[in-house]
């Protein structure tokens, strides 16, 4: 059943995130699309192991063959050394211009799968199957598709947006509390960009609401989709507003690249950045103290992590080679208020070494 649909569009593109309760209705999606030759399903063992039946019941009485590819799960496989091999499987299978690929999994499977369809054969069709929270708020909603390097994430990517994303939220009941959180920082931050009744609500959502069936996270997810997709429809290739999207990345990049990928969940990473970054905005254009406070009551509530454990200079050495620096200063995303953001102010870096002092082992206020 389908519970909400948004629409992204901008120059040349047009679809629908449609947010639903499981994959029945897929079949007929699929079908409505025109001239496939087949479907290439890229997923991992994991998610195929509880899933995979409930995806092929939906595509097997369509008269067009399918194939599955399987990857392996993990950030470290969304690596450009696993394409060749998947493009291989690609081309003995037959695949052609007219083939649709079918990204279905979380972030990582569908920023991977998604770049296989941008750049096979010069670019294919595809759609968005996401199944974990963070995939149905964030990675499935906008069409960034990358793979990574030794030296880097996301280094090698596109702008490749899908045919359509069929989120089926049964899926999230199978999430690692872990996940739960990598999707819900996502949620806080579109929350903190929104404002509004989606602040206000979130700000009373609790961990037992980390159910499909909640009502407060579906509609926490629709209006994270609804933000992003509003955003995305202003700027698709982030020349400009898109991106604020990235508030609380300068920090948490950082420390996950600090911590080399393995100690911190992205979605981890993102939280610990969202708080440098509004004590920045306090600091820099007055994020008022008791909005402040609300916001690091809101992460408490929702378990997300808030001070920092890392080395300050450390983190900063990792800020430093990032894209998001300009000479002796940093570039930031930054609070007025809830709802009120500015993108790419430019921060001194003894000031954001300061920030990062202050919120390392501090948890008093959090
Ligand atoms: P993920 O894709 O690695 O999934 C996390 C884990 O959960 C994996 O082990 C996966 O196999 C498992 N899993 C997936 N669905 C499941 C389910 N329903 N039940 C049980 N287990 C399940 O992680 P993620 O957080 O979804 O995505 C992270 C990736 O998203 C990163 O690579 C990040 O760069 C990318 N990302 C992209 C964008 C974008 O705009 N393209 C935005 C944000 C993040
Ligand atoms: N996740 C940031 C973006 O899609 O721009």
């Known amino acids: 059943m389908i519970l909400q649909s948004r ?58 063959p399918y194939h599955i590819i399987y990857v392996k799960a993990g950030e470290k496989n969304k690596h450009i050394d696993r394409l060749k091999k998947v493009f291989h499987e690609m081309v003995k299978q037959d695949t052609d211009r007219k083939a649709v690929i079918i990204a279905f999994g979380g972030g990582v499977i569908g920023d991977f799968a998604g770049f296989v369809a941008a750049t096979y054969q010069r670019g294919i069709r595809f759609i968005q199957v996401p ?19 030794d030296l880097g994430k996301n280094m090698v990517g596109a702008f490749h947006q899908p045919e359509f994303v069929f989120a089926p939220l049964f899926t999230l009941s199978t999430l690692p509390s872990r996940e739960w959180s990598c999707g819900i920082a996502e949620i806080v931050k579109h929350a903190f960009l929104s404002g509004g009744d989606f602040l206000e609500k979130i700000s009373r959502m609790q961990r037992s609401d980390f159910s499909p069936e909640s009502e ?31 508030l609380g990345h300068t920090t948490g990049h950082a420390i996950e690249s600090l911590t080399k990928y393995s100690k911190y969940s992205h979605g981890e990473a993102v939280a610990m950045g969202l708080v440098t970054a509004l004590l920045l905005s306090e600091r820099v254009i007055g994020f008022p103290r008791e909005k402040l406070q609300k916001a690091i009551h809101i992460m408490k ?49 003894d000031l954001v070494l300061e920030i990062l002092k202050f919120q390392k082992g501090w948890d008093e206020l959090g």
Do not use: W
């Open 216 to 246: 407060i996270l579906r509609y926490s997810i629709d209006e994270s989709v609804r933000f992003k997709a509003k955003i995305v429809s202003q700027d698709e290739r982030e020349a400009g507003v898109r991106a604020i999207l990235n």
């Open 301 to 349: 509530s929702l378990g997300l992590p808030r001070s920092i454990k890392e080395n300050p200079s450390k983190i900063i050495e990792h800020m430093e080679h990032d894209k998001k620096r300009d000479g002796d200063t940093l570039n930031f995303v930054l609070l007025e208020d809830f709802g009120k953001y500015k993108f790419g102010v430019p921060i001194e870096r």
């Open 131 to 149: 199944t974990t929270l963070l995939a149905c708020v964030d990675s499935s909603v906008g069409g960034k598709v990358a793979v990574n390097l």
């Open 7 to 64: 629409t992204v569009e901008g120059t040349g593109f047009q679809y629908p995130v449609e947010l639903h309760e499981d994959l029945a209705g897929f079949r007929e999606k699929l079908e409505a699309l025109k001239k496939v030759s087949r479907f290439i399903i890229i997923t991992n063992r994991d998610i195929a192991g509880i899933y995979e039946k409930y995806l092929i019941k939906e595509i097997r009485s369509i008269k067009v």
